[in-house]
């Protein structure tokens, strides 16, 4: 049974950092692809970042300078390290996984989600 478990979220202010951590087990963690997704109030559950097997990274475009993502095989899990957060990065958090063949950027293509992380960012 795969599980994720998504950790590190809370309340911080305009411009601060928070690293999110992912713990995973039930998959082959060092053959899987990793990633990290968010959805904001009302909105739709978009990709932020994600890792593929080999360690190779995909970002989001607009994302990809605050947002730094890294994984631990050893442990198998999986950190995003968010820096100068605004108050539009407030989202639930979601750690998804999937088979090696990273790194589609659509919800549908992730068969394993955790139960997410709440990041809010007061102004």
């Known amino acids: 049974q795969v599980q994720l478990v998504e950790s590190g979220g809370g309340l911080v202010q305009t411009g601060g950092s928070l690293t999110l951590s992912c713990a995973a087990s039930?998959?082959?963690?060092?053959?899987?692809?990793i990633g990290w997704f968010r959805q904001a109030p009302g909105k739709e559950r978009e990709f932020v970042v994600a890792?593929?097997?080999?360690?190779?990274?995909y970002s989001a475009e607009a994302l990809k300078d605050r947002f730094i993502t890294s994984r631990d095989k050893d442990n198998n899990t999986m950190t995003l390290q968010i820096n100068s957060l605004q108050p539009e990065d407030t989202a639930v958090y979601y750690c998804?996984?999937?088979?090696?063949?990273?790194?589609?950027?659509?919800?549908?293509?992730?068969?394993?989600w955790g139960q997410g992380t709440q990041v809010t960012v007061s102004s």
């Open positions: 998804g996984a999937r088979d090696p063949r990273c790194c589609s950027e659509s919800v549908d293509d992730w068969p394993y």
């Open positions: 039930g998959l082959p963690f060092g053959s899987s692809s």
């Open positions: 890792i593929n097997w080999s360690g190779t990274t």
